[in-house]
């Protein structure tokens, strides 16, 4: 009876370790990515040193997605010249021309990138839209967003805040 009791509590013990260890576990990201946006322009992780990087995953049937364009793209407008960077990129369209009416409908200014697995493999997976992959000046991921941004949530960060 010791022996079952032994077995079924170590058993169990190790599958809560697992269960923990999935739960806490992150996407492999690479040090740096190349990205080459819609107007065939690329865009290197390390060629923005000193700046903010959002990447900021977005679908055209999101809902969230259309609630954070306009802080994006205010951020964006405001910072592109002192300190931030930011990269839409879209996943799980119907085609180019929908992403396109999308982009103009929305005056999203900052570059867009089409999602596949060669991006996802440089920077990550994302199970919700919008996500967005944080990198701070060092070109160090510091935070994974899973939802809704706003431009408040970018400048705390920004600022050391939380």
Known sequence: MKRVLFFLVAFTLSQLVSVNQLAFAEPAVAANFTLKDMSGNK???SSYKGKWVLVNYWATWCPPCLEEVPDLVNLYDHRK??????IGVV?????VKEV???VDDML????IVLGDDSVTAQIGSAEVMPT????NPQGVLVKIKRGLIT???VERLMAGKK
């Open 91 to 95: 996943f799980d369209y119907k085609d």
């Open 132 to 135: 967005t992959f944080i990198y």
């Open 100 to 102: 396109n009416e999308y």
């Open 151 to 153: 431009r408040e949530y």
């Open 81 to 86: 010249q002192k300190d931030l960077m930011v």
């Open 108 to 111: 999203m200014s900052y570059p």
């Open 43 to 45: 865009h290197q992780l």
